[in-house]
T-cell receptor, first 113, second 114 residues
Framework: RKEVEQDPGPFNVPEGATVAFNCTYSNSASQSFFWYRQDCRKEPKLLMSVYSSGNEDGRFTAQLNRASQYISLLIRDSKLSDSATYLC??????????????FGTGTLLAVQP | DTGVSQDPRHKITKRGQNVTFRCDPISEHNRLYWYRQTLGQGPEFLTYFQNEAQLEKSRLLSDRFSAERPKGSFSTLEIQRTEQGDSAMYLCASEGVSSYNEQFFGPGTRLTVL
């Protein structure tokens, strides 16, 4: 079983749609949670950290359920510029020596005009 | 631009050659990570430095790989006797003490082994 699992997609949605990405992680000792965005042949860029209380940044909302080991990302009113791969990322294990990040394989989003 | 730089951006080499990549992290960040990413996969952790100390190495890092961070600033990753399976994007990430584990990635070095 992969440490971080997410649906690879692709998700093809029209402009203005709401799209949700889900992710599960296997290590219950994980401390930190993120969504990164990666454009084709570019480096991953931090989209948002995910907190237990949930957090929102404009059109983006992230949720964390520690009991279910489940992370989600909601994008409202999607734009053409949102087209990218969205990576679910988990890091920092309690008692661990490093904060290495464990990435899912990514979910490809294509927003259509 | 995250402030993390990597050099070179692209490297094409023949099997069996040695290659070296460099990463310059954000200047005040003391933590530096190397990851490798192949097509269709997320990045995978290779190794971690806190200042000049290499504190963790992945099992992915075979004996042909070595990394250094001699003065706790820039880091180098060397691959000896490259193999076609080493072809990948090599990413460096920088993290500060108070960054809450938020890591910022450089543009990567894309390695192609012929």
């Amino acid at each position: 079983r992969k440490e971080v699992e997410q649906d690879p997609g692709p998700f093809n949605v029209p402009e203005g749609a709401t799209v949700a990405f889900n992710c599960t992680y296997s290590n219950s000792a994980s401390q930190s949670f993120f969504w990164y965005r990666q454009d084709c042949r570019k480096e991953p860029k931090l989209l948002m950290s995910v907190y237990s209380s949930g957090n929102e940044d404009g059109r983006f909302t992230a949720q964390l359920n520690r009991a279910s080991q489940y992370i989600s990302l909601l994008i409202r009113d999607s734009k053409l510029s949102d087209s990218a791969t969205y990576l679910c990322v988990v890091g920092g294990v309690y008692g661990g020596a490093t904060n290495k990040l464990i990435f899912g394989t990514g979910t490809l989003l294509a927003v259509q005009p | 631009d995250t402030g993390v730089s990597q050099d070179p951006r692209h490297k094409i080499t023949k099997r069996g050659q040695n290659v070296t990549f460099r990463c310059d992290p954000i200047s005040e960040h003391n933590r530096l990570y190397w990851y490798r990413q192949t097509l269709g996969q997320g990045p995978e952790f290779l190794t971690y430095f806190q200042n000049e100390a290499q504190l963790e190495k992945s099992r992915l890092l075979s004996d042909r790989f070595s990394a250094e961070r001699p003065k706790g600033s820039f880091s180098t990753l060397e691959i000896q006797r490259t193999e076609q399976g080493d072809s990948a994007m090599y990413l460096c990430a920088s993290e500060g003490v108070s960054s809450y584990n938020e890591q910022f990635f450089g543009p990567g070095t894309r390695l192609t082994v012929l």
